[in-house]
């Protein structure tokens, strides 16, 4: 394999929670194993927090609203600059931008840069009037792209539905063998367990479609605990619960990644219940590479991921009345909990870097010879013009 110099630029905030950060951040970091060298130019909120030495500060992003969530961002002259600035200063083979069709660093990346291009579409919504007002600024640097990748089927429609062009779906990837070695740990051990990862404060995470359930679980099943994780302030959550039900409930706060791998490793069922602006599902893979008994919302991202009920049971989204069903069915079943878990766990490894990053690259390798050839023609044209010019 040629090892290659590759950019990655990535439109939020590197140290902001966040999927795309994550998916960028195992990438470069599994490239710069096999060899190639990589630089990841990105948004950084604090610069006084370490980052990896292949980070490139862009400037401090801002926060606006995107996709039912708050996302942090870099646009403007000044961001332009800066990626000008490093796109000159390292000789690349290849540019790797992630959400290039949203005013952001990877935007401004792909209108500044030439050569091998690729995108990667994470996100998928909707048909919005917004999008269609500035379609005709977007879509030639979409067409600029040598090649596009997209998470899923869900976020390759939303390419095709906005500007008419397809991708090649390539899953985002996780370090599946590192979850399946997992320990498992007293801490998320004890009863009947159910665990849960998000961000509080975001309501589409449904974090409290959980908690809602959780009083006719209990019911049910009397030693049950429900294990919270994530960034956030659990006060108010706490408050609205009954307080019989308070020593039920368990808030754990942020978790180390090793932590996260211990946590899915060790609770016997990990609930989803995402209410939308979901286009994959990083959480879904971990946790079923893990070997966690998954049960999801059925969101079309995640009915997908899980093979429309095949690799995990899914409930009615927004409905916790049938999500307690679906938790006490499953925590009253070890036998159908474990067989889940068993057909979960093969494919969570079907989302290991060692796979998905292979086809990312071949796409790399495709895009550097595509452009090539480009660019040979096109050198091939200007030659003969030149000819004809001197034969007259």
């Known amino acids: 394999m040629k090892k290659i110099r590759i950019g990655m630029v990535c439109p939020y905030g590197w140290d902001t929670p966040g999927g795309v950060q994550t998916h960028i951040r195992d990438l470069a970091d599994h490239l710069i194993e096999e060899g190639h060298y990589v630089s990841v130019l990105t948004p950084v909120s604090d610069d006084s927090i370490q980052s990896a030495n292949y980070v490139v500060n862009a400037g401090k992003p801002i926060s606006i609203p995107v996709n039912g969530s708050v996302a942090k961002i870099l646009f403007g002259p000044v961001a332009s600059s ?24 990877s935007l401004l990346a792909c209108s500044a840069a030439e050569g091998p291009l690729v995108g990667t579409f994470h996100v998928s919504t909707q048909k919005k009037k917004a999008i269609y007002a500035i379609g005709p600024i977007l879509e030639p640097i979409v067409e600029k792209l040598t090649a596009r990748i997209a998470v899923s089927e869900l976020a390759r429609s939303t390419l095709k539905d906005h500007f008419d062009t397809d991708a090649v779906v390539i899953p985002n990837g996780i370090d599946g063998q590192r979850y399946a070695n997992a320990k498992i740990s007293e801490n998320y051990s004890g009863g009947h367990t159910v665990g849960f990862i998000g961000r509080f404060e975001e309501s589409r995470k449904g974090l409290q479609v959980l908690i809602d359930s959780l009083a006719i679980v209990s019911r049910f099943i009397p030693d049950v605990t429900y294990l919270v994780a994530g960034p956030g302030e659990s006060e108010d959550f706490l408050k609205r619960l009954n307080p019989q039900l308070r020593s039920r409930i368990k808030f754990l706060g942020l978790l180390t990644n090793e932590e996260k791998m211990s946590f899915l490793k060790t609770v016997q069922i990990y609930v989803a219940p995402n209410t939308g602006g979901e286009s994959f599902g990083i959480i879904l893979a971990e946790a079923l ?6 049960v999801a919302s059925d969101i079309p991202a995640f009915d997908d991921l899980l093979g429309h009920g095949e690799f995990g049971a899914l409930f009615t989204s927004e409905d916790s009345t049938d999500l307690a069903k679906v938790v006490i069915d499953l925590l009253r079943d070890q036998d159908k909990r474990t067989q889940l878990a068993q057909v979960g766990r093969s494919r969570g490894q079907s989302f290991d870097w060692d796979i998905v990053a292979k086809q990312i690259f071949s796409v790399y390798e495709m895009s550097i010879v595509g452009s090539e050839k480009v660019k040979l023609a096109s050198d091939t044209r200007s030659w003969s013009r030149f000819l004809s010019k001197d034969d007259k």
Do not use: M, N, T, Y
Request: net charge negative; proline share 7%; hydrophobic share 45%.
């Open 82 to 105: 800066r990626a000008k600035q490093w796109i000159a200063s390292e000789d690349f083979d290849l540019l790797h931008l992630h959400e290039p069709a949203i005013p952001s660093l």
């Open 289 to 294: 590479a893990g070997g966690a008994c998954v």
